[in-house]
C-alpha cells in the first residue's frame, strides 16, 4: 500500500489501513520511541523529511537535557509485573538509567496516584488500575 506502519513483536503484523497481514518487515528497533519517528519520517513527502530531520536535530541538541515521556513509560512498563503491581525499587533503578534529568519515582508515582492511574498496595508497591 506504500506507507509504513509498526506493530510489537508480540502481536501478527496487520496493515494499519487495509488489515493485510502480508507486511514486508523492513527493520527493527530497541524503544517506542525510534520506531515511532522512524515511522512518521518514512510516512513523510520526500520533500519535507529533510526540513523535519534537520528541525529535529536541533531540537534534540537543545533538549538533551530532557527526558521523554517514552522513556518514561519504559520505566514503568519494566518496572511492573505480570500482576500489574509496580516496585517503587525497580522504577528507581529504571530512572537511573536515565540519568540526572529524569523525574523521581515519587513524583511519578504521585502524578499517577493523583490522576487515579495507580494506587498503593504497601509501602513499596503499588497497582495499576
Keep these: 500500500m506504500g506507507h509504513t506502519f509498526g506493530f510489537s513483536a ?13 507486511v514486508k518487515k523492513i527493520r527493527e ?6 520506531l515511532a519517528l522512524a515511522v512518521s ?5 520526500p520533500e519535507l523529511a529533510s526540513k ?13 537535557s530532557q527526558v521523554s515521556k517514552f522513556q518514561i513509560n519504559d520505566c514503568f512498563n519494566k518496572s511492573t509485573n505480570e500482576l500489574g503491581h509496580i516496585n517503587i525499587e525497580k522504577l ?3 530512572l537511573k ?21 495507580m494506587i498503593r498496595i504497601d509501602d513499596e508497591n503499588w497497582e495499576w488500575i
Excluded: D, H, M, W
Excluded at 502481536?11 to 489501513?17: D, G, K, L, P, W
Excluded at 528497533?29 to 525510534?34: C, H, L, P, S, V
Excluded at 519520517?41 to 513527502?45: A, D, F, I, K, R
Design 29 to 34: 528497533f530497541e524503544t517506542a520511541e525510534e
Design 10 to 22: 508480540r502481536v501478527e503484523a496487520n496493515c494499519t489501513i487495509c488489515g493485510n497481514s502480508n
Design 97 to 117: 538509567k536515565l540519568g540526572n534529568y529524569a523525574p523521581s519515582a515519587e513524583q511519578l508515582i504521585g502524578q499517577a496516584e493523583l490522576e487515579g492511574e
Design 52 to 64: 523535519v530531520k534537520l528541525k529535529l536535530e536541533e531540537s534534540s541538541k537543545s533538549n538533551n
Design 92 to 94: 528507581k533503578i529504571e
Design 41 to 45: 519520517q518514512s510516512n513523510l513527502p
